[in-house]
């Protein structure tokens, strides 16, 4: 089978001869002037960055003391229930978490990881 080459050629933008592209460049370079940089008012940076911790943080900002949000949803007895089941649960672990120190000499991050999931795959698996 024969091959088929096509030229692309562009039809509506006539090519100027490079002789022509050189003189448009160096009259384009000639033309351009040096634009001077503008002139900063610089600040300090600590000036900068004492405005901007006032700036980020509202006026009349009033802390406010943790609401407890459990009575809405759980009555007393089921909230110290939850909260027994969450500190057995925390023993637990931490206790793995040593053992598992004392054992392989990992570190304390180490070991918590590696309690918490011998706890997924004894009870969630």
């Known amino acids: 089978m024969s091959e088929f080459r096509i030229n692309k050629v562009q039809i509506n933008t006539p090519q100027p001869a490079p002789e022509k592209k050189k ?3 160096a009259e384009k370079a000639e033309k351009k002037e040096v634009n001077p940089k503008p002139e900063f008012n610089r600040k300090p940076a600590e000036d900068v960055l004492d405005y901007m911790a006032k700036s980020a943080m509202p006026a009349n900002v009033k802390s406010k003391k943790p609401v407890d949000v459990t009575a809405k949803y759980v009555d007393t007895k089921s909230r110290e229930r939850i909260e027994a089941a969450v500190r057995d649960f925390e023993k637990v672990i931490f206790a ?6 004392q ?16 706890f997924n795959r004894k009870f969630l698996a």
């Open 23 to 25: 003189k448009e460049t």
């Open 96 to 101: 793995s978490a040593e053992a598992a120190i």
């Open 103 to 118: 054992e392989f000499g990992l570190s304390e991050e180490a070991a918590t990881d590696a309690a918490i999931i011998g």
